[in-house]
């Protein structure tokens, strides 16, 4: 079975500039999660999707971050404009239906300078 | 889902020594996860606890959950360089399984 995929897996850009994160979860999986992670702290939740709804983006920074999940398979994460405090690890995950674990892809590690 | 607090942030051990990360909320969970995070690497899922005083075990690691489900350990016994990683444990927000919520993480580090 293959995994969580995600790209780039690192991405450096200027204050200001835009940047997009990808993820095609685990074939089957409904739910998909987009997480940060910022370096010596645990993931902290973005957004949650089931199928092709959001579930929960209430800490999502939505002036700035934005995501989709249209057909309710791959998502794609967009901030514009990217700040310095934005440099960290996008985690994204799946889960299947009825299950509890979480499967996480590699992460796109993102610098903003 | 509800903040966690893990104890201790940091742990280093020589090989061999016994170690314990500790999670604590404030208020009742209804079940816990653990996941491992290797240096550079991403979090993978460990053990999940659903039932009050459950006890599960995984070779050499241990995990509890709380009488009161209001806190939950890890034990490793005779720890081993592969140990090394951070150590996540994470509200896993209900029986519909939404919103998984991680604790700050207990950084590992196991000395040869």
């Known amino acids: 079975e293959a995994g969580v995929a995600q790209s780039p897996r690192y991405k450096i850009i200027e204050k200001r500039q835009s940047v997009a994160f990808w993820c095609n979860p685990i074939s089957g999986h409904a739910t998909l999660y987009w997480y940060q992670q910022i370096l010596g702290q645990g993931p902290k939740l973005l957004i949650q999707?089931?199928?092709?709804?959001?579930?929960?983006d209430s800490q999502l920074p939505k002036d700035r971050f934005s995501a989709e999940r249209l057909k309710g398979v791959d998502s794609t994460l967009k901030i514009q404009p990217a700040k310095l405090e934005d440099s960290a690890v996008y985690l994204c995950?799946?889960?299947?239906?009825?299950?509890?674990?979480?499967?996480f892809g590699e992460g796109s590690r993102l610098t903003v300078l | 889902g509800q903040q966690v607090m893990q104890i201790p942030q940091y742990q280093h051990v020589q090989e061999g020594e016994d170690f314990t990360t500790y999670c604590n909320s404030s208020t009742t969970l209804s079940n816990i996860q653990w996941y491992k995070q290797r240096p550079g690497g991403h979090p993978v899922f460990l053990i999940q606890l659903v039932k009050s005083g459950e006890v599960k075990k995984q070779k050499r690691l241990t995990f509890q959950f709380g009488e009161a489900k209001k806190n939950s350990s890890l034990h490793i016994t005779a720890t081993q360089t592969t140990d090394v990683g951070t150590y996540f444990c994470?509200?896993?927000?209900?029986?519909?399984?939404?919103?998984?919520?991680f604790g700050q993480g207990t950084i590992l580090t196991v000395h040869p």
């Open positions: 995950a799946s889960r299947r239906s009825g299950t509890g674990e979480l499967f």
């Open positions: 999707f089931q199928n092709n709804g959001v579930v929960d």
């Open positions: 994470a509200d896993a927000g209900g029986t519909s399984y939404g919103k998984l919520t």
